[in-house]
């Protein structure tokens, strides 16, 4: 099942309503002793529902948990719809330029001090959690997937586990790599990371800037997991299609816990 409420959340635009999404696995409402992982996702209105995303197509994560019994829960929060680069800023660890779109502020930081403070300890307060880091993965695609690889390097301690597909690391190459060079990184770390083949030309140079990051992650010993999608491209029906991979690398060697 998934549940909907609204939260206040501290955007760009100032403090606003946002719907947050919950899918709780069906056990949850029968094993009353059983704690879950949880998985933290961006873009929460593009998660479940064709009603609610943006493009009227969804991941259909909920088909897919469902479908495979997947003992997990998935908390996700609506991003910022406003026509002034809103999600660009909320979803962007670092300032950049862009000669389309101008100069954005990058509010990443602000973001993720917001869902660790306030939308997890909501959830862990609220729900049958297992809160510690171990069970506490994170993932989205573009912005959100860019967020996601820079909240489990930047925010290690709480996220050990991340799937970041279609990652806009264009936007700031330079410190994405660095974070990852100078973040301090438990051994358990992993990270799934995808790019469509024909999205790679959306962005000069993407491919070696893919090619790169992914090296970096490799030589600094984190577990990593990254392809270039056939045929893949940037939109929900194609993120859907990975949603096989990435989970499975999420919870490798985890699925036994159940």
Known sequence: MVKKWKV??????????RTAYLYLPESYQWDSWKRYPVLYMFDGHNVFFDSDATYGKCWGMK??????????????VECNHSPDNGRLKEYSPYSFSDPKLGEIEGLGKETMEWFIHTFKAEIDRDYRTLPDRAHTFIAGSSMGGLMSLYAVL?????????????????????RIKNLIKNAELEPDTVIYMDYGSRELSFHSGMAKIFGKVTELLIT?????????VPGGNHCEASWEKQIPFFMDTLLYELRNEA
């Not at 206040?8 to 309503?17: D, K, L």
């Not at 088909?63 to 996700?76: F, R, S, V």
């Open 220 to 228: 600094s010993k984190i577990m990593a997991e990254c392809r270039i």
């Open 63 to 76: 088909e897919y948990m469902d479908k495979t019994g997947t003992q997990l829960i998935i908390a996700a």
């Open 154 to 174: 930047e925010y290690n301690q709480v996220f050990s586990r991340a799937a970041a597909l279609s990652p806009s690391i264009w936007t700031a190459p330079v």
């Open 8 to 17: 206040q959340f501290p955007a760009p635009t100032g403090m606003e309503e």
